[in-house]
């Protein structure tokens, strides 16, 4: 089992410009969160997607938009990067059917606006 | 708002001697509460949780919590520290009815001194 794959693993923008992160779930998982991480501060929560749809959001705006497919997978997009951006993306899997399930969380991707 | 407090944000301790983490949450419905350890460049790993079964939770790697539901806290403790254990501990919290989204404490710092 691979766990929880993200890529890519470091990523260098310039302000303005659009991302794309993307994650794979634990298999068995057919929920994904994404989680931001600024430096020196604990993770906040973006959104969830289950069954293909955003279930969830924290307080992050429109720029950030998000994508899941049929396989589970899922797309964190950014746009209109701004410095502030910069920070580590986490992506989790779960599987909410299974009550209080732990959340397993990829490596991340580490994006730096510049 | 739910939010969990972690009290310390830099713990430093000699190897093998304890180690002790605080963490506080704010009380609603009933709690799942998780601690998850990050090593540098790492990805988040689940260390022990709590889903209202035993108070006591024993974890990996030698480590333990204890729900307190009168003191709303969960504590993170292990008797005897190893070099190993240098890294950054969240606390965690998520109620039944949030479908999993996880809500972190700003961190605390472990330093392990030899």
């Known amino acids: 089992d691979a766990g929880v794959t993200q890529s890519p693993t470091h990523l260098i923008k310039t302000r303005g410009q659009q991302v794309t992160l993307r994650c794979s779930p634990k298999s068995g998982h057919d929920t994904v969160s994404w989680y931001q991480q600024a430096l020196g501060q604990g993770p906040q929560f973006i959104f969830q997607y289950y069954e293909e749809e955003e279930r969830q959001r924290g307080n992050f705006p429109d720029r950030f938009s998000g994508h899941q497919f049929p396989n589970y997978s899922s797309e964190l997009n950014v746009n209109a990067l701004l410095l502030g951006d910069s920070a580590l993306y986490l992506c989790?899997?779960?599987?909410?059917?299974?009550?209080?399930?732990?959340?397993?969380f990829g490596q991340g991707t580490r994006l730096t606006v510049v | 708002a739910q939010s969990v407090t972690q009290l310390d944000s830099h713990v430093s301790v000699s190897e093998g001697t304890p180690v002790l983490l605080r963490c506080n949450y704010s009380?609603?419905?009933?709690?799942?509460l998780f601690w998850y350890v990050q090593h540098p460049n790492k990805g988040l790993q689940l260390l022990l949780k709590?889903?209202?079964?035993?108070?006591l939770v024993k974890g990996i790697n030698g480590f333990e919590a204890e729900f307190k539901k009168s003191e709303t806290s969960f504590h993170l403790t292990k008797p005897s520290a190893h070099m190993s254990d240098a890294a950054e501990y969240f606390c965690?919290?998520?109620?039944?009815?949030?479908?999993?989204?996880?809500?972190f404490g700003a961190g605390t710092q472990v330093v392990v001194t030899p």
């Open positions: 009380s609603s419905y009933s709690p799942s």
């Open positions: 965690v919290v998520t109620y039944t009815d949030s479908w999993g989204k996880l809500q």
């Open positions: 709590y889903t209202s079964a035993a108070t």
């Open positions: 989790a899997s779960s599987s909410p059917r299974q009550l209080n399930t732990e959340a397993f």
